[in-house]
């Protein structure tokens, strides 16, 4: 069993700035990607940002600039640094990170986080 356990969202005026965190627990083997997507109502999940074991990184050009992931590799944590914050950010935020377990060390499976709720008032 994995767990993903989310913190950090809230509400927030346009402009400002939340971190959000995501800390993976469990039969973890081995964390390769990790990463933050989001679901506004009435749309599909998108890709926020995603990180590798490597540290290499990748944005979506909507928050480009505005956004920063980083991962604590000796805690399994990802973080989500979200700066000058806009109304069409308000979303739930989803952690997700592709990792093999220790029973099967040679798959990679992809978890999920619960979701923690991003709102951005204007």
């Known amino acids: 069993q994995v767990q993903l356990v989310e913190s950090g969202g809230g509400l927030v005026q346009a402009g400002g700035s939340l971190t959000l965190s995501c800390a993976a627990s469990?039969?973890?083997?081995?964390?390769?990607?990790m990463g933050w997507y989001r679901q506004a109502p009435g749309k599909q999940r998108e890709l926020v940002a995603a990180i590798t074991s490597g540290g290499t990184t990748n944005y979506a050009d909507s928050v480009k600039g505005r956004f920063t992931i980083s991962r604590d590799n000796a805690k399994n944590t990802v973080y989500l640094q979200m700066n000058s914050l806009k109304s069409e950010d308000t979303a739930v935020y989803y952690c997700?990170?592709?990792?093999?377990?220790?029973?099967?060390?040679?798959?990679?499976?992809?978890?999920w986080g619960q979701g923690t709720q991003v709102t951005v008032s204007s």
């Open positions: 997700n990170i592709v990792s093999s377990v220790a029973t099967m060390r040679s798959t990679s499976f992809g978890f």
């Open positions: 469990g039969t973890i083997f081995s964390i390769n990607a």
